[in-house]
């Protein structure tokens, strides 16, 4: 029991024993009562359980967050803010998503539990200032898929390391070790699981997710220079695997083998007009006109909002097999309006959409060449290159940015290198037997 509480306990029993001895109960002093109040209006942590959900796309569990940190201006504690998050698909059992709904709750819980803290404290950790101050300016700030992507690479490889620094106690030594233990650590999952360390532009997606935290802190005033800004390595990188763009025998493989008209669509969307996949999620029947689709909007993993960027606003040509293929979908949906693709009026989540009804079959025919989406995009962006020899061809109908095309999505074409090679080989023997017979 707190001090205050105890002595207001004490009080309140010298109080009820007066009143028995019929005498005149004195008035508490001045601090006792507030004393009292402050125990009375103290805001406690309390353990949730959460609630699980059946959601569109799978379980979700619902749960309460509330800033300790936030008063308004009366010092009174804000609203209870409600979140839900994703757990599993809805082929998991309920008993095994309760399962999982209580593993969350308890890494939940006890991420608010140290939020509680005296945040006048000056030896703040650097996740208690991502939690805190700048992840919520990503969120204000920032696209939903750049969030998701900022909050994924933190989880996976920051979270764990810097859950006991403290960000004004952190130096470039520190970030300088921190960096070169990912090029030394061995891959526990994903594609390249096994393998030691990360490649090169990965280790720079890291360095750049933890120098804009402390960027954000040096501005804020609360340390005196980014320690990640002045970093150096001299390590060995692992080598980044090639970057997958599928041909044109690829192309019309998956889309033979692929057998739902609407996946069909997707991959044809992606592959043929170079939609992303985000892109394909928001398209609406309203926004075709003829054989132009108008993009407005974009819905990475189903959440509807703005495209990346202005420049991926446009209309994009649907050539004659994307349109046979949008036809017989439209026929199969009857009355068409709305979303292109959708679940229960929204848009559909690309990613279980691709992974369900997509993937199974590509991979029959392609193999491990399989990579996505995205990858049906780059390969658009090479084949246009390929077949015009102009990168104009690329860059608008992916509408990127011409240096941007040039580095992820134009590839180089081997059949010119070899046809170039055969010509040589035609020319070196044609004048070695023109020497040799003057000789």
């Avoid at 105890?6 to 005149?24: N, P, T, V, Y």
């Avoid at 942590?45 to 979700?60: C, I, K, S, T």
């Avoid at 940190?69 to 010092?75: E, F, I, P, S, T």
């Avoid at 008209?261 to 997707?266: E, F, G, I, Q």
Wanted: net charge positive; glycine share 6%.
């Amino acid at each position: 029991m707190k001090p205050e509480e105890l002595d207001a306990r004490c009080h309140e029993m010298k109080a009820r024993m007066a009143r028995k001895k019929g005498q005149i109960e004195s008035q508490p002093p001045f601090d006792i009562v507030a004393r009292i109040e402050a125990v009375a209006s103290q805001k406690r942590f309390v353990n949730q359980a959460g609630q699980l959900m059946r959601g569109r796309d799978g379980w979700m569990v619902r749960f309460y967050v509330t800033d300790p940190l936030q008063r308004n201006a009366d010092g009174n504690w804000g609203k209870r803010v409600k979140q839900s998050e994703r757990l599993c698909s809805l082929e998991v059992e309920r008993d095994k998503a309760l399962k999982k709904m209580r593993e969350f709750m308890k890494a939940e819980n006890a991420k608010q539990q140290r939020a509680w803290v005296d945040p006048s404290s000056t030896k703040q950790t650097v996740v208690r200032y991502w939690e805190d101050t700048y992840f919520p300016v990503i969120v204000e700030t920032r696209s939903w898929s750049t969030q998701k992507n900022y909050r994924n690479l933190w989880k996976t490889y920051c979270a764990e390391y810097f859950k006991n620094k403290v960000l004004v106690d952190f130096e470039t030594k520190h970030a300088s070790q921190f960096l070169k233990s990912l090029t030394e650590k061995v891959m526990k999952r994903g594609p390249h699981k096994g393998e030691r360390g990360l490649a090169q532009a990965s280790l720079n997606h890291i360095r750049a997710t933890c120098s804009g935290l402390f960027s954000h802190a040096l501005n804020e005033g609360l340390i005196d220079r980014n320690p990640f800004s002045e970093v150096k390595l001299w390590v060995k990188y692992r080598r980044k695997a090639p970057t997958v763009k599928y041909t044109l025998v690829e192309v019309i493989q998956m889309l033979a083998a692929i057998p739902r008209t609407d996946a069909k669509l997707v991959t044809a969307l992606c592959c043929l007009a170079g939609l992303m996949p985000g892109e394909c999620a928001a398209a609406r029947w309203e926004g075709i006109r003829g054989n132009v689709l108008e993009i407005t909007e974009s819905a990475p993993s189903g959440h509807l909002g703005e495209t990346k960027t202005e420049r991926r606003q446009g209309t994009v040509l649907l050539i004659a097999p994307v349109m046979r293929l949008l036809e017989a979908y439209r026929l199969e949906c009857g009355k068409a309006t709305g979303f292109l693709f959708q679940k229960n009026g929204s848009p559909r989540n690309m990613d279980y959409f691709a992974s369900d009804f997509i993937k199974p079959f590509a991979r029959k025919v392609i193999g491990d060449r399989w990579a996505g989406l995205y990858a049906a995009r780059r390969a658009c962006g090479t084949l246009l290159f390929n077949l015009t020899g102009d990168t104009r061809a690329t860059y608008q109908v992916l509408r990127n940015t011409e240096a941007i095309s040039k580095k992820h999505y134009v590839g180089a074409d081997v059949a010119q290198g070899r046809a170039g090679q055969l010509i040589l080989e035609q020319a070196f023997e044609k004048e070695a037997e023109r020497l040799q017979l003057n000789s």
